[in-house]
């Protein structure tokens, strides 16, 4: 046996019999060994012609070679100590065969999976049959192979025993390998980050001595929280992306103190003092100046603060919430925190539109509690809108006279509550149970029903003084008969139905709805007649008399489920629901028939057909979305004015003689049919070239043409919208439900298609002979610099079909490449990034397609977009291509050309 590599042990020193080989060896290995100083020899190796010797260094992970070359006259040494993280390449030369690792910077080792790979191909190429076998290594910055080591075995006796040697060799050099780039590997990127640490500092002296007169505003929390995600996208625009900011958090304000929060690993990084002073510069310069700014880890919480007990948090509250009101609501009162209690904010404002500042909190309460978080580490629950001289104490509920006292003293300070106020206070209180306050009124007032403000505003009092959420009241003319049990409707309101069902109708229906509403609900014809249970006053007049199948709106998706017929609120209630749909179901069938009369008096008319499509294309054409489509039909869009007006002027011209929400309707259809008409034109417009054959193609194949138009963008909701248009137009989708639902189901099939188009597309690529790992390549443009990216794309738009045209290097208004096919015009920005591009790129497209006049504008990188980004493209006219929409082009594209 070799015996020429070996671990040392107390084993090795067992005394051997010496032939003269084996002392010259042991000669040549300790002569080698005194070259080396601070050299820790764990393993050792001697070649056969004793002229190379290889130590390992397993604690510094060093290499050391002793060779002897033989020069004309003399012999000359070769010393080499190299740390593994210096070493670039490694291999075993077996005959005229190299296999070996190589560790660039683009091509690091694989781990574990590279060696075992190796391995594979060593034991298949050692053979009987070798006859050289060596080591060769290659440190790093040497491009020449002449710089490269080698360590020769010389020729190789064919003893297993030897074979299994050099195997086990190779792979522990390789096991070092590994150790090695990762030590090179994060020195690497200490490296780099000094050097942005460096740059970093560079911009923070520029941005100090251009900007050192920034004054500094009162600080507004809010303000901070509404501008985060801007703030961020700033601090990355300036360190040039170079730190990722995305993953700082607010934590809290602590006297005059910001403290943020990141992973328990970044702390340290984002605590250094280029980036605490960019972090400074940021919040100096839109105005939320900072004694100081903490970062700390994600894990750890500040102290609560007593709202009550800090002034100084007191006064913060009541400036961002006053700042609140001026910006939203015309008065010139403040509001003024009173109370903090289990989680509810109690704050007084008097002015006489407390309703407007009621809801201006509902619809800011997420901010409002991030700001009461921030500033003081106490969860928010609710927020309570009062007058300052309401009482808001709490009292026990065995003390239900005392707590009605306090409601309607508060009630009746309200707008509403003066003006009902002797009907209030002529109220009492029966008992509570069950969560409800059964309440009667004086006779004289024969009053058993209140409307909704009102008993809203006294259910919110009674969950003020109760701390009950839940709680409701109950009217009853009768106190004696609370208890009894009450499943009969009263005579007086069934004799009064009985004579609704005198006169001619063609539906009709009574739904009881006391569980739930505490009332009748009876329909006849288009008419909703709403009668209370406890109430022996008649209902007479119908709260609505345009009911149509639209008319109930029901929100499952709100906490908690809503349901509203004609704008009225009820109770939601699951059966309750059924029943009506069927109720407007079977009005929807009679209607229908009138309608369609109207309709056709509309269409079948020259002159009001060429007044509604004018009325379109003036009024209606640019002032929506596809996606908006139901929007417009359900009359909640903001044209709906013009709409009326429009159906008004028709009637009163004489053009039309029928109900005019029956007229509503029938416009409104007809306005959605033209759009959808004039959305399938444009589209079919821009692609008749893909889909000039439309009429033979099934929905399947329109799906799959669209994915491979240019510019197919499944991600953009309004752009498929567009296509969901065209194929409803084309009879090729049947439009069965809402458009937002048609259109979602198209969206779900193009996605599907697309998913399976990629799977499907990479199987071919990995079967397929053509190589594209030295052509075209997403992974090529990760090493391109910027001028290098807009030449790759102006190519791809080449060989796509487009005139292209490359804008000058300086002054191009935000275009890089303009490219034009079948009177379409493009201008293309190309972002070459190695961080996610901001939405400034975007906004330069807009700019740059407005300047050059152009149909429309892209922005194209290697990379991805941030949210902010992708949300403003999705509302103009910009196209985004990412990495992986580019990565298909390449493939379509270089591939089809192959």
């Avoid at 002897?68 to 390449?89: A, G, L, N, P, W």
């Avoid at 209030?424 to 909704?452: A, E, G, M, P, Q």
């Avoid at 004609?566 to 109720?583: C, P, R």
């Avoid at 597309?761 to 053509?770: A, F, P, T």
Wanted: glycine share 4%.
């Amino acid at each position: 046996m070799w015996g020429f590599f070996r671990k040392n042990s107390q084993k090795d020193k067992v005394e051997e019999k010496k032939s003269k080989y084996q002392i010259e060896k042991n000669r040549v290995l300790n002569l080698a060994k005194s070259k080396f100083t601070n050299f820790k020899f764990d393993y050792e190796f001697v070649s056969i012609d004793l002229n190379n010797c290889l130590f390992l260094d397993d604690n510094n992970n060093l290499l050391g070679i002793y060779k002897k070359e033989r020069r004309d006259y003399y012999q000359e040494e070769q010393i080499h100590v190299i740390s593994f993280k210096d070493v670039k390449e490694f291999g075993l030369s077996i005959d005229s065969k190299e296999i070996g690792l190589c560790s660039e910077p683009e091509l690091f080792l694989a781990a574990e999976d590279n060696i075992d790979d190796l391995m594979n191909r060593v034991a298949e190429n050692l053979t009987e049959e070798v006859t050289y076998i060596s080591f060769y290594f290659l440190k790093r910055g040497y491009v020449n192979t002449s710089e490269t080591i080698h360590i020769s075995l010389q020729e190789a006796p064919s003893q297993n025993s030897i074979q299994e040697d050099v195997k086990q060799l190779f792979r522990t050099i390789a096991e070092y390998m590994l150790v090695g780039e990762a030590e090179y590997l994060k020195e690497l990127e200490e490296n780099n980050f000094k050097k942005d640490m460096e740059d970093l500092g560079e911009r923070i002296a520029y941005l100090d001595k251009n900007y050192s007169e920034l004054t500094i505003s009162p600080l507004l929390v809010t303000d901070l929280i509404k501008s985060w995600e801007f703030l961020v996208e700033e601090l990355n625009f300036e360190s040039n992306y170079k730190v990722n900011f995305e993953s700082l958090e607010l934590l809290g304000v602590r006297d005059s103190v910001l403290y943020l929060a990141c992973k328990t690993n970044m702390v340290e990084t984002f605590n250094l003092k280029q980036i605490k002073t960019l972090l400074a510069y940021i919040f100096k310069k839109y105005g939320a100046g900072f004694f100081d700014i903490l970062i700390v880890s994600n894990e750890e919480k500040l102290d609560k603060i007593s709202i009550e007990d800090e002034p100084q948090i007191l006064e913060q509250i009541n400036r961002e919430i006053d700042t609140l009101i001026e910006w939203n609501v015309e008065t010139l009162e403040e509001g003024i925190v009173r109370n903090y209690r289990k989680g509810n904010l109690f704050i007084d404002y008097d002015g006489d539109d407390l309703d407007n500042v009621r809801q201006l909190f509902s619809l800011n309460k997420e901010l409002l509690s991030k700001l009461v978080y921030i500033l003081t580490g106490n969860l928010l629950e609710e927020i309570f809108c009062v007058n300052s001289s309401d009482k808001i104490d709490m009292i026990q509920l065995d003390r239900v006279d005392e707590i009605w006292k306090c409601v309607i003293q508060n009630v009746c300070r309200k707008s509403y509550g003066i003006w009902h106020q002797d009907l209030i206070l002529s109220s009492k209180v029966h008992l509570f149970k069950d969560n409800l306050f059964y309440v009667y009124f004086n006779n004289r007032n024969n009053l058993t029903y209140l409307d909704y403000d009102l008993r809203k505003e006294i259910n919110n009092n009674l969950h003020i003084i109760t701390g009950i959420k839940n709680i409701d009241i109950e009217i009853i003319t009768c106190p004696e008969r609370v208890d009894e049990k009450r499943d009969d409707i009263p005579k007086k309101i069934l004799n009064w139905i009985k004579e609704l069902k005198e006169y001619p109708y063609t539906n009709f229906e009574m739904i009881d709805a006391r569980e739930s509403n505490k009332t009748i609900l009876i329909f006849v014809d288009e008419k909703l007649y709403v009668q209370p249970v406890s109430d022996l006053n008649i209902e007479y007049n119908p709260r609505s008399e345009n009911l149509m199948k639209k008319s109930l709106q029901v929100y499952t998706s709100l906490l908690p489920k809503r349901m509203f017929i004609e704008g009225i609120e009820f109770n939601y209630d699951s059966e309750l629901v059924d029943k009506i749909d069927n109720y407007l179901n079977k009005l929807d069938h009679s209607q229908q028939l009138e309608m369609n009369e109207i309709k056709d008096s509309i269409i079948n008319n020259p002159k009001t057909i060429d007044l509604l499509r004018r009325f379109y294309n003036k009024e209606i054409s640019n002032f929506f979305r596809p996606i908006e489509l139901d929007e417009l039909q359900s009359g909640n869009h903001y044209v709906e004015e013009s709409i009326q007006k429009f159906v008004s002027f028709l009637l009163e011209k004489g053009y039309i003689n029928r109900k005019k929400y029956l007229v509503n309707h029938v416009v409104r259809n007809l306005i959605v049919e033209e759009a959808e008409k004039a959305i399938s034109a444009e589209f079919f417009n821009q692609n008749q070239e893909e889909f000039k054959h439309y009429e033979n193609m099934s929905l399947d194949d329109c799906l799959n043409t669209y994915l491979t138009l240019d510019f197919a963008n499944i991600e953009s909701i309004d752009h498929v919208a567009s296509f969901t248009c065209f194929l409803i137009d084309k009879n090729k989708f049947s439009e069965e439900q809402s458009f937002t639902d048609s259109n979602h189901v198209i969206y779900e099939l193009l996605h599907n298609k697309y998913n399976e188009y990629e799977l499907n597309n990479y199987e071919e690529y990995l079967l397929s002979d053509n190589d594209l790992s030295n052509d075209k390549t997403i992974e090529k443009t990760d090493v391109m610099d910027g001028y290098q990216f807009e030449s790759f794309i102006a190519d791809l738009f080449r060989r796509m079909g487009y005139q292209v045209e490359v804008t000058k290097g300086s002054g191009d208004y935000g275009i890089d490449v303009i490219a034009k096919k079948k009177g379409l015009s493009i201008g293309i920005q190309t972002k070459c990034y190695s961080n996610n591009v901001p939405n400034k790129a975007v906004q330069e497209a807009i700019a740059g397609v407005s300047y050059y006049r152009l149909d429309k504008g892209m922005v194209i990188t290697n990379h991805y977009f941030t949210k902010q980004a992708r949300n403003q493209a999705a509302n103009s006219n910009i196209l985004l291509w990412d990495r992986n929409i580019l990565n298909q082009k390449i493939h379509e594209v270089y591939e089809s050309n192959l």
